[in-house]
C-alpha cells in the first residue's frame, strides 16, 4: 500500500514562531488532506490540497504532486494551534481510503 | 463542526463483549468510511461503506462488520472484543462515489476502552 510519512514527529514553538510541516507520500494521490487533530480528539479539516497552493489566514498549504509531496506552513504560530496534524491522502483507484501519516505533535509555548 | 456525528462518546466494555458504535452522516454524503485511531497513531481504515454495501476494506479481521442504512447513518460491529481493540474509533462521510478526490469529513469519534 502507500506509505506516509510526516516531519518532524514533534515540534515545540514560542508563540509568534513560524513552522513548516511536511508530508511524503509514495504514490500518485487523488486526495491529500491537512488535519489538525484537537486534544479531544476531533478531526479538524484544514486543507484539502491533492495539488497546487492553498492559504487560509495563517496557515497555507502546497503539494506538488510530480514530486510526492506536501507542506503545511503554519505563521505567527498561537498556543491554540497546539495538537497533532496529520496528513491523509488517498491513492489513485482506492475511493476514498484514507491513509494517515504518523502525525507532527506540535507545542506552541506562550 | 462537521455535520458527521457519533453515538456514544464513551465506551467501556470488558474482552470477549460485543459492542456498536453509531454514526450520522452529514447531509447529501451518502459515503461512509470506518477508522481506528490507536493511542499514538494516526487513523487506520476499516472499512467504508456506499449505498448500504460495504465497498472496501482494510486490514481488519471479519468480527469487525457494518451496516449502512437507507438515511446514510452507519453502525460499526465489533465482536469478541480484544484489549487491543481500545481506540478512538472515527467516522467520515463524504458526498458520492466516483474515483475518490473528495474531502472526507470526521465526525468527533467514539473512545472505547476494553478492560
Known amino acids: 500500500g502507500i506509505q506516509v510519512e510526516q516531519s518532524p514527529p514533534d515540534l515545540i514553538l514560542q508563540e509568534g514562531a513560524n513552522s513548516t510541516l511536511r508530508c511524503n507520500f509514495s504514490?500518485?494521490?487523488?486526495?491529500l488532506q491537512w488535519f489538525h487533530q484537537n486534544p479531544w480528539g476531533q478531526l479538524i479539516n484544514l486543507f484539502y490540497i491533492p495539488s497546487g497552493t492553498k492559504q487560509n489566514g495563517r496557515l497555507s498549504a502546497t503539494t506538488v504532486a510530480t514530486e510526492r509531496y506536501s507542506l503545511l506552513y503554519i505563521s505567527s504560530s498561537q498556543t491554540t494551534d497546539s495538537g497533532v496534524y496529520f496528513c491523509a491522502v488517498e491513492r489513485s483507484g482506492s475511493a476514498r481510503q484514507l491513509t494517515f501519516g504518523s502525525g507532527t505533535q506540535l507545542t506552541v509555548l506562550p | 463542526e462537521t455535520g458527521v456525528t457519533q453515538s456514544p462518546t464513551h465506551l467501556i466494555k470488558t474482552r470477549g463483549q460485543q459492542v456498536t458504535l453509531r454514526c450520522s452522516s452529514q447531509?447529501?454524503?451518502?459515503?461512509v468510511s470506518w477508522y481506528q485511531q490507536a493511542l499514538g497513531q494516526g487513523p487506520q481504515f476499516i472499512f467504508q461503506?456506499?449505498?448500504?454495501?460495504?465497498?472496501g476494506r482494510g486490514n481488519f479481521p471479519p468480527r469487525f462488520s457494518g451496516l449502512q442504512f437507507p438515511n446514510y447513518s452507519s453502525e460499526l460491529n465489533v465482536n469478541a472484543l480484544e484489549l487491543d481493540d481500545s481506540a478512538l474509533y472515527l467516522c467520515?462521510?463524504?458526498?458520492?462515489?466516483?474515483?475518490?478526490?473528495?474531502?472526507?469529513?470526521f465526525g468527533p469519534g467514539t473512545r472505547l476502552l476494553v478492560l
Open positions: 467520515a462521510s463524504s458526498p458520492r462515489r466516483s474515483l475518490g478526490g473528495e474531502t472526507q469529513y
Open positions: 461503506y456506499y449505498r448500504e454495501e460495504e465497498n
Open positions: 447531509s447529501g454524503h451518502n459515503t
Open positions: 504514490d500518485s494521490v487523488n486526495n
